[in-house]
């Protein structure tokens, strides 16, 4: 009998205040499912190639300096409220480029997604993942943007290799082809992937700019005709050869190399093999 009131009450209780009960009956559901994700479905994991920089790959904005790239390690990770990790790094490289104290920097990082293995559908803090997105991370030691400029279900794989590559230049300096050291090379965060294996030089004479139209010998400078013997690790991708993720290498393509000692400013490929 008491059991049978208390269905009673219950049932009145829920006829009386439906919207209530239905309101706490969604809230209840709604932290059952986010519970049950946090601590009993299996993390979904994907891969990533990011750019770092303002993250608008449209936009044309300062690329980082040294000082933010050495705040930014292999091996760092990104954690959410229960500790799972939502990105790790899983490489940092860079690359100097011909404005001072600004370089292109590249990373391999995994993050945790929602989405769909199966359309390849992905979100990443809620926002929609694809190459070309802008994404935000906060690490302990640094913050910044940055764009996805690949994106993988499984680890992205380079196929890396060396080519032996010729730059040259007319009418470069004395001190310029001096300053070019045999075995200098450039170590950009994993790998050394510019190595100068060789040089040479030939005297040309050229007209001193102020005086050119004139025709007088009497202004006539001496410059060195310069080829470079470089190896550069490069990435091949379908039949082009690309240089830190950017640069597309073919014969008669000005380049932007640096070493630890020289900046090539104004060099053209002259051969590859």
């Known amino acids: 009998m008491k059991i049978k009131k208390t269905v009673i009450k219950i049932y ?3 006829i009386k205040h439906y919207f209530i009960v239905v ?3 969604c809230i209840g559901f709604v ?5 049950y994700k946090l601590f009993f479905t299996k993390p979904l994991y994907i891969y990533a190639r990011v750019r770092v920089g ?7 904005t300062q690329r980082p300096p040294l000082w933010l790239i050495k705040s930014i390690n292999k091996g760092d990770v990104e954690t959410d409220l229960t500790g799972q990790p939502t990105v790790e ?3 940092v490289n860079y690359y100097p480029t011909n404005i001072i104290n600004q370089y292109d920097v590249y990373l391999d990082v995994r993050l ?4 769909n293995k199966k359309n390849k559908s992905f979100s990443f803090n809620r926002s929609s993942l694809g190459v070309g997105t802008a994404v935000d991370f906060e690490f302990p030691s640094a913050q910044f943007s940055g764009t996805i400029i690949d994106l993988s279900i499984t680890p992205i794989k380079k196929n890396a290799k060396f080519k032996t590559v010729y730059l040259a230049k007319a009418y ?3 001190w310029e082809y001096d300053a070019i050291r045999i075995g200098d090379k450039f170590f950009d965060g994993e790998n050394n992937v510019i190595e100068i294996i060789d040089k040479s030089g030939s005297e040309s004479i050229d007209i001193n700019p102020a005086f050119r139209g004139t025709f007088n ?3 006539t400078q001496i410059r060195k005709d310069v080829v470079i013997k470089v190896k550069i690790l490069v990435n091949q991708i379908d039949n082009k050869l690309v240089f830190g993720n950017d640069q597309v290498l073919s014969v008669g393509k000005d380049i932007d190399l640096s070493t630890d000692k020289f900046s090539f400013i104004n060099y053209t490929i002259a051969g590859i093999e």
Do not use: E, N, T
Request: glycine share 10%.
């Open 172 to 174: 470069a300096f004395d």
């Open 31 to 35: 932290g059952f499912v986010s519970v």
């Open 112 to 115: 945790k997604v929602s989405g």
């Open 54 to 60: 303002q993250g608008l790959w449209w936009a044309s």
């Open 217 to 219: 010998p009497m202004f």
């Open 23 to 25: 309101f706490l009956f």
């Open 89 to 91: 790094i899983l490489s």
């Open 12 to 14: 009145r209780f829920f």
